[in-house]
């Protein structure tokens, strides 16, 4: 198998994308939180204290699915350096493991997403009750 530097190099526009919309994600959900808290606060209502700590998960989740990210994008520049150098097993490696940790990286997304959704569900279960 022969690697060109081409091959790493397009993983930079996925990556960088996939790393705004976590960044996104993080954003709002620290304000939510924020919110949650100043509720918290005026309210002392236990339920909030379930929806803080379950948007504290997702908030670890998504450092790790931005670590995940970044590691991607930086292995994909290593391998890039690598292949410049005409080294094709290393570059080939990296590149693999660049791979993986997107997958991974994706693979936290999902999980994230579908405890967002539960949650959701559990709003739109207590409206329609």
């Known amino acids: ?16 994308l996939i790393l705004l919309a976590y960044t996104n994600r993080f954003l709002t959900i620290a304000q939510i939180v924020r919110g949650l808290k100043k509720t918290y606060d005026e309210k002392e209502n236990k339920s909030i204290l379930i929806e803080i700590a379950n948007l504290n ?3 670890t989740l998504i450092r790790y699915m931005q670590l995940a990210g970044v590691l991607s994008l930086f292995l994909s520049v290593f391998a890039m350096l690598v292949l410049f150098f005409e080294h094709q097993l290393p570059g080939i490696v990296l590149f693999g ?11 936290i997304s999902f999980w994230e997403i579908s405890i967002s959704v539960n949650a959701l569900r559990v709003h739109l279960k207590d409206m329609v009750d």
Request: net charge neutral.
């Open 57 to 59: 998960l997702r908030l």
């Open 97 to 107: 493991g660049s791979l993986l940790a997107l997958l991974i990286s994706l693979g």
């Open 1 to 16: 198998m022969t690697l060109t530097i081409d091959t790493p190099a397009l993983l930079f526009s996925a990556t960088s």
